[in-house]
């Protein structure tokens, strides 16, 4: 059994919380291969070495002294080598940092430099093999990973250590350069390395026991997703909710490796597992409830709309030749409407309902920007009987008025347009009807 354990920024801000870490580890044989961030938050006051680290990158930049910051970066991991009691200096890799900032390295360097030391206390700590991300992680140009050539670095590389830890977020151009994934990239990282070196399963060690059925801002106490499809997560991921980087779950969802999501603050809870397939019916019937607010719905009405071929096409034209993408395409048999994102529609509006009026010569068209959309997800309603019912039941007694409905058509979910106020009660109201009355 060979697992890859990527740990989280807040699971390694201090001293105290490196050894919750090292006890993970050693806990189980098979955990062998450890992807760490950076140092992240000691409380919700503080500030992610990360963020540090990009502050003195624009400093460098623009000319002004950036020593004081990054002897603030310095304080922080010497006061986790320190509490560990470890023998180790870090001096010669802050000369080199601060040598090739003042070379103008850039954000990407400066960033990556979090990963990179963590790394190194946590190698020395556990007595792991230490392998730089910028030997196994191959970056294209500055925005495209080279998946083929990463996974065969990181398998040639880690063949030859039974034990080591590869830090996240970073890896480099073939030049050397050093560029990072967007923000909590180390997720990413640690899923390269579970599908290069074929890991049984790949666990994700964060500060929350797991997905949560739904947002624990709207449900207190919400109960946790023991077991989740790829597709249910990319669904519920979609409407917002998230544990974890978007892009982590592709190098191991294409060759079924399960992810794991642990807490590291509460070790025996089993969290969640994100499987490609499984017979385990969810003890709900839905799987979660996640939703955004901020839609908008553009409603066309049209005379015998049923026979005029092509109505649909045109009005989509306008939104695609703006490059605003939609959500959602409910329809009746004179009338359709088009959801999108409210943001990304006000800017293009006036050019698009321009070309509508024009191509589509509708009777009338509405538009409605104070919608907020709600999934309801779950492999189970595919064949569970009256779920449709208990949604509308729970929401009608809830007084939420349903303004827009649509199921996807593989059954894996129900979308529900209510009005932005309604939100968070219709959340609430889903979440009872589904898992405190199963309770
Ligand atoms: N340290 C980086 C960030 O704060 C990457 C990560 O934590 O995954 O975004």
Redesign the pocket.
């Known amino acids: 059994m060979k697992k890859v354990v990527k740990f ?2 807040s699971s390694l801000a201090s001293a105290e919380q490196f050894v919750k870490v090292g006890d993970i580890i050693k806990a189980e044989e098979s955990r062998r291969y450890v992807v760490p ?2 140092p ?1 938050k000691r409380n919700p006051g503080d500030t ?4 540090m680290l990009y502050k003195c990158a624009e400093l460098a930049a623009a000319g002004k002294a950036y020593a004081k910051e990054l002897g603030k970066i310095k304080n922080r991991y010497e006061e986790i080598i320190k509490g560990l009691g470890l023998k180790l200096t870090l001096k010669s890799e802050f000369e080199e940092i601060s040598k090739k900032l003042e070379e103008g390295a850039g954000p990407m360097y400066a ?1 990556s430099r ?2 990179y030391l963590n790394g190194k206390v946590l190698a020395a700590y556990l007595g792991y093999e230490f392998v730089d991300a910028a030997n196994v992680i191959r970056f294209s140009d500055e925005t495209t990973l080279d998946a083929p050539e990463t996974y065969r670095l990181l398998a040639e590389y880690l063949k030859g250590y039974e034990r080591a830890v590869v830090p ?2 970073y890896g480099s151009l073939k030049n050397g350069k050093i560029v ?8 990413i ?1 640690g899923s390269l390395v579970a599908r290069a070196i074929k890991a049984d399963i790949y666990e994700n060690w964060t500060d929350v026991s797991g997905f949560m059925v739904a947002d624990p801002r709207i449900v207190k106490d919400s109960e946790v997703i023991h077991t989740i499809t790829y597709k249910e997560l990319r669904e519920l991921a979609y409407m917002g909710a998230s544990v974890m ?1 978007e892009d982590a779950t592709f190098p191991v969802s294409q060759v079924g490796i399960p992810i794991n999501i642990r807490n590291t603050n509460d070790p025996e809870a089993e969290g969640t597992m994100i499987v490609d397939k499984t017979s385990k019916v969810s003890k709900y019937t839905i799987t979660g409830i996640a939703g955004q607010k901020g839609f908008t719905s553009i409603t066309l009405e049209k005379d015998k709309m049923n026979s005029c071929i092509g109505i649909g096409r045109k009005a989509l034209q306008a939104f695609e030749e703006h490059g605003v993408s939609f959500e959602h395409m409910p329809s009746g048999i004179d009338t359709f409407s088009v959801i999108v994102h409210q943001d990304e529609f006000a800017e293009k509006e006036q050019q698009i309902i321009a070309q509508i009026e024009e191509s589509c010569e509708p009777d009338q068209m509405d538009i409605d920007s104070d919608l907020a959309l709600i999934a309801v997800v779950g492999r189970g309603m595919k064949s569970a009987r009256g779920t449709a019912g208990r949604i509308f039941a729970a929401l009608a007694h809830a007084h939420v008025n349903v303004k827009m409905i649509d199921q996807g058509s593989s059954e894996l979910n129900v979308i529900i347009g209510v009005s932005n106020d309604d939100f968070d009660n219709a959340i609430r109201a889903l979440y009872n009807i589904f898992v405190e009355a199963a309770l």
Request: glycine share 30%; aromatic share 8%; proline share 0%.
């Open positions: 989280g920024g961030s950076a992240g992610k070495v990360t963020d960033a979090g990963e996240g977020f990072t994934f967007s923000r909590g990239g180390s997720d990282t980087h």
